[in-house]
């Protein structure tokens, strides 16, 4: 198990394209979440899934960001027409979801820069 | 979940032990102490959580207060590659919507030779 993993690292795209990013988690962990971290602030929640069910989105997940885990295994976070607003590092994390006080496990980040 | 106050910065001599506060006056009696770390350029790290009593791992030690209103993150031993920042977090558990992580702005560490 080499940890949480993350697909592409970096990213530079046109104002307007789309963009689709990869996560995989750790391999037993039923939970997996997405963030976005902008320059000099925390991670901010953007969506989780339990298992293949996309459970809570947060409101800065507009409806140009569409997330989704089929399977259940790994997951992919796709920016429709992307903004300058955009650019940002996307973050994933992975729990085991047992129930208790469990911790995250976050990936490397998808560093998007949108010009 | 209960916000979280904590100093912008702090500096730490190498070697010395590093003690970063928290202050979470408004925590539940169900929250736990959560905190994770970002090394530049990196996705966060789980460092260590508690509840009530005082929690150490290989990584570093938590002191949490008698009321739990504040807490203080002790690395024993501060090396250059604990430069970081340091977020202080309550939560729930690991249930439902309250799994979601709240970060606030954290500590920035800076290790010093």
């Known amino acids: 198990d080499t940890g949480v993993s993350q697909d592409p690292r970096h990213k530079i795209t046109k104002r307007g394209q789309n963009v689709t990013f990869r996560c995989d988690p750790i391999?037993?962990?039923?939970?997996l979440y997405w963030y976005r971290q902008t320059l000099g602030q925390g991670p901010e929640f953007l969506t989780y899934?339990?298992?293949?069910?996309?459970?809570?989105k947060s409101r800065l997940l507009s409806d140009r960001f569409s997330a989704e885990r089929p399977k259940g295994s790994f997951s992919t976070l796709e920016i429709q027409r992307t903004e300058q607003g955009d650019s940002a590092m996307y973050l994933c994390a992975s729990s085991l979801g047992s129930g208790t006080a469990g911790e995250q496990y976050f990936g490397p980040g998808t560093r998007l820069t949108v010009t | 979940d209960a916000k979280t106050t904590q100093p912008t910065s702090m500096d730490c001599a190498e070697g010395r032990a590093a003690n970063l506060p928290c202050n979470h006056s408004?925590?539940?009696?169900?929250?736990?102490v959560y905190w994770y770390r970002q090394i530049h350029s990196q996705g966060p790290q789980y460092i260590i959580h508690?509840?009530?009593n005082n929690e150490t791992n290989e990584m570093a030690s938590l002191i949490i207060t008698e009321d739990r209103k504040s807490s203080t993150l002790i690395l024993p031993h501060a090396t250059l590659r604990d430069t970081a920042v340091y977020y202080c977090?309550?939560?729930?558990?690991?249930?439902?919507?309250?799994?979601?992580?709240?970060f606030g702005t954290g500590t920035r560490l800076q290790v010093t030779l």
């Open positions: 408004t925590i539940s009696g169900n929250e736990y």
């Open positions: 899934f339990q298992n293949e069910a996309q459970l809570e």
């Open positions: 391999s037993e962990h039923n939970r």
């Open positions: 508690g509840l009530k």
């Open positions: 977090i309550v939560r729930v558990d690991d249930t439902g919507t309250a799994s979601k992580l709240t």
